[in-house]
């Protein structure tokens, strides 16, 4: 067995790897299921065997000419279904995994089925490229490359407002920060970077074939971001040299014909697949991620009780005993909103006053919930308008919203599961100089002073809620009250000027609820403008300043919480449906 | 434009359209009831070819008898599916199980696919399955069709049929809707939503196995054969909406089974797929304008009354 042998599967191992991380870009830190990387790799690699048919340009131009094909043509085509639902991504990369291999085994000019073959060997710094042995030291520059990229943008904060965006997309949207123009960004460049591997595909084969970009490759590409471990720049190149070299242990091992063994490869690798997704799941090198660290004055400070709020700004206190005579920053008019036949909102009428608690209380399925989406921006209304500080935001964005002043939490929590209870209030952080890929790599030394001093700010929060900031296990390893008191820690980070609650006392109980209605207390303190959705009554009467009574997808009712219960029919309507 | 030609065309493209629906409602089904990316369709397609394919070149057994076994093989392989690899990742990862059932079904497929052709394409890429032979039946106007197209149009349409109407008007039809709708209530009142998962995978994947047997008995069974009916099938799903009656999957099933039929008018045959592809690429872009803040205006204007809660 020569040596010429194993450079052959090095050189493959080296190009699939690069492929292989391409991938783990979008599905494992974007979270985006693309089964496009055959397509894309195709529409490289055909560039560079038509270049070098007809041109015959240098390797270098060639191969950037392949990249800017292949990334225009895929973000085009998969730009606009970005912002959908998973499964539409998932269809129409396949769509194009599909197309692209029979427009290539169909099409005259790219060779047919037996496609184009007879490539000129390509030279680099004057050397022809001939064997396996010379091709090493480009493939193993393009990987390192590759590797430097993924590594970068996965361990910044640009990596880690990915992986959030992954875990809850309006959740990080709801922070105020754009999730679209980032998700199409990775995409491109892992397009860019498959492009670059099917164009060095097609150097190193000599020849653009169908089968050489067939949707059986994206399945092994796949496979080989699974077993390496998602999200994981190590576990991809891992997961590319295990799958690459199984085919010569095969032969080496069991002495199988080289056709046997690609036969067979392919069919270890499914199984592998369903049986690695089932029992390991994070692959053979799991994720793993920088958590910053904090000052350790900080972390000594006390924890598990609700802190002093020192990190808000406070206003001037407004004197509740007149509450409407406080200036309005937030007025609804007319609200409403249907699904099919069902009303949920219904000529919403509806003020938020500086520096109180508001209330909505109302039965299950009064519409209390739905009003933060429709105001907040996470639905678009049929009717009415919302006015923040008197400016019309009604059709803006949620994350438009969010910077505009008006956080919300949610009920079910929606924290980031996969990030520290650090990471999640950190992301609340504005103007973040690493969460954009241009931060990420031309101003590496202001983003990590930007992360080193927001993260001694989020450990204030955390310390304000009654968490310890050193905690270093990941949200989902969490007690439910600990998660929501991670997802308020979150939004007061944004310091936002109105909150808006929704049912900041579900599931918790005792203790832990009497601590989040302190901390709801602490931040009206600051003068903070706060509406509160909430079933329990005694909560509300501590808390609130003001009460609207929804029912039916409408205010039915408005005055103090005291006022509203005297009334028998509210007292009835509440009580009786909630009982 | 050559209208016999036009028309010729017509025909073969509703005979294709009939299974598309089949196929179309199959995957509506897995999609929206079961919640399950069911990539491994394909696999069952292609699957059921070889089976059927294999089987009549190895026992000699008559065609009928293969293309049963072929449908009973992919329907049980279909609920294995759901019961061995699907559900333990749904009940471990709950909402998030999309990208661990997604990737399974990769698996799945990918060493399904590999072992047909390893298997079975050595001497020949495709294998041969004779059901009712090639005969042409002449129509009216110097148009005709085949007998195995007949055959398929008549079992593909009382299918889809059969299907509608079920999911109309049946208890069983309630059940899968109640399903769709909210499996834990669905549970509350005693609908099983796993034993419902489990017959929708079985039905559906028989549903696959038959045309996968149909399409070898027309063009011979070929390693990747299931990917283009894969394909066609999501458009359909998907262009027909979530919460479609069974009648629209059907009617969108024909309507793209003509397009592509009618599209060899313009463009290359082997092309057909991207004009598919053309449709889903437009409805999906007009579809993701919304998440770049682009709202279309609505076709029919909200108007609420007062107290109609």
Redesign the interface.
Known sequence: MTMDFWYAYICMGLIYAVMAIALNLI?GYA?I?S?GSAAFAAIGGYTTALVGIHQQWPLLPTVIASVVVGTVVAVA?SA?????A???V???T???S??VS??AS?TTSLGGQTGLIGLPAPQLLGKVLLVPADFLPLLIGVLVLASFIAWRLGESPFGRLMRATRDDDLGVRSLGKST?GRKVLVFGISCALTSAAGALLVLYNGLATPTLF???QT??V??MV?IGGISSVPGSIVGAFIVVFLEPVLQQTLAMSPEDSA?????V??????LI??FR?AGIIPERHHVPRVRKAVTEAPVAQPGALTVLEAKPAINPAEPETAPVVVEIRGL?K?FGGV?AV??LDLKLREGLVTALVGANGAGKSTVFNLITGAI?P??GTVLLNGDDIT?L?PQQVARRGMVRSFQDLRVFNELTPMENVMLAGRHHPGESAAGVFLRPLASRRHDRELAEKSAEWLEFVGLDPAHKARARDMSFAQQKQVAFARVLATEASVFLLDEPLSGIEGRAADDMLTLVERVRETGRTICVVEHSIQAISRLSDWAYFME??SVSAEGSIHDLLADPRLGEAYFGAVS | MDLNLTAQLVISGITQGATFAVLGLGTSLILNVANRFHFAYAATITGSAFAAAVLQRDTGLPAVVCLVIAIAAAAVFGALTEVVVYRPLATRSGANATLPIFVSSLGVTLAVEAALQYYFTRESPTVPFNLVGDSVIALPFGLHTTRLDVITLTVCGAIAAGAVVLLRYSRVGRIVRAVRENPMMASAVGVRPQRVNVSILFWASACAGLIGCLTAAKYSAAAGMGYGSLFSAFVVAFVSGQRAPGLRVVLVGVAVGLVQSLSVLFIPANLTDLVVFGILFVYLSVKGLSAYGIRLPARHPVRLTAGRA
């Open positions: 599905v979270g299921n089964v085509l606009p279904i970005l912002g959908l998973q499964e539409y998932m269809l129409i396949m769509a194009m599909i197309l029979d427009i169909s679209l067939s949707l059986d399945l092994l796949f496979a699974v036969g067979i490869r392919p069919i690798f499914g199984v592998a697949l369903v997704v089932r799941p409403a249907r009303v219904n000529g678009a049929d009717e059709r964005s039916g997808g």
